[in-house]
T-cell receptor, first 117, second 109 residues
Framework: SQTIHQWPATLVQPVGSPLSLECTVE??????LYWYRQAAGRGLQLLFY??????ISSEVPQNLSASRPQDRQFILSSKKLLLSDSGFYLC????????????????FGQGTRLTVV | QKEVEQDPGPLSVPEGAIVSLNCTYS??????FMWYRQYSRKGPELLMY????GNKEDGRFTAQVDKSSKYISLFIRDSQPSDSATYLC?????????FGRGTSLIVHP
């Protein structure tokens, strides 16, 4: 079965510090990977998505970047955090749009609550 | 106009009530429709998944898709306090699902 791991669960970081959030997926190959940020009452904002190793698309210009060094690993980073980067970050995966009879729904990790102080 | 519109609520109902949650959308190319449940401080979990129009039932949950009206619904029968959560609709054409803001549901005993 497929599982998704996201860590850490909570993080408190000072303004100006770097950030690295990691997400890994097990039990599948070549998944689409996503990073979302969820602000209270504002739904899920898509930050980055990736359809393959080294392929990153950014949806919103911001202080963050993403990388996919391996097929099932997705990393969200920042060189210098801002107060406005605080939020609940969610990693997700699916197999949609791959032309296979394996279309699935987006599956989410448990999220990382980031507080920038 | 946002691609997906969802009333944030909160929606407060007594235990045992039938709950109706809805989303409207503007992109006629959407063909995959999902409902997620999210408890506080947790990641969303998939409840229902429907391809194209029609109804789908799973226990106390029924999902309806009306593509002609660009309207989807989630019905919860015999609602329980444990159903209290935020419900997010999502839809996509192929990949990159687009999410609604979520509706906060409170089921009180």
């Amino acid at each position: 079965s497929q599982t998704i791991h996201q860590w850490p669960a909570t993080l408190v970081q000072p303004v100006g510090s770097p950030l690295s959030l990691e997400c890994t997926v097990e039990g599948t190959s070549n998944p689409n990977l996503y990073w979302y940020r969820q602000a209270a009452g504002r739904g899920l904002q898509l930050l980055f998505y990736s359809v393959g190793i080294g392929q990153i698309s950014s949806e919103v210009p911001q202080n963050l970047s993403a990388s996919r060094p391996q097929d099932r690993q997705f990393i969200l980073s920042s060189k210098k955090l801002l107060l406005s980067d605080s939020g609940f970050y969610l990693c997700a995966w699916d197999l949609m749009g791959q032309g296979l009879d394996l279309d699935t729904e987006a599956f989410f990790g448990q999220g990382t609550r980031l507080t920038v102080v | 106009q946002k691609e997906v519109e969802q009333d944030p609520g909160p929606l407060s109902v007594p235990e045992g009530a039938i709950v109706s949650l809805n989303c409207t959308y503007s992109n006629s190319a959407f063909q995959y429709f999902m409902w997620y449940r999210q408890y506080s401080r947790k990641g969303p979990e998939l409840l229902m998944y429907t391809y194209s129009s029609g109804n789908k039932e799973d226990g106390r949950f029924t999902a309806q898709v009306d593509k002609s009206s660009k309207y989807i619904s989630l019905f919860i029968r015999d609602s329980q306090p444990s159903d209290s959560a935020t419900y997010l609709c999502a839809m996509s054409r192929s990949y990159i699902p687009t999410f609604g803001r979520g509706t906060s549901l409170i089921v009180h005993p």
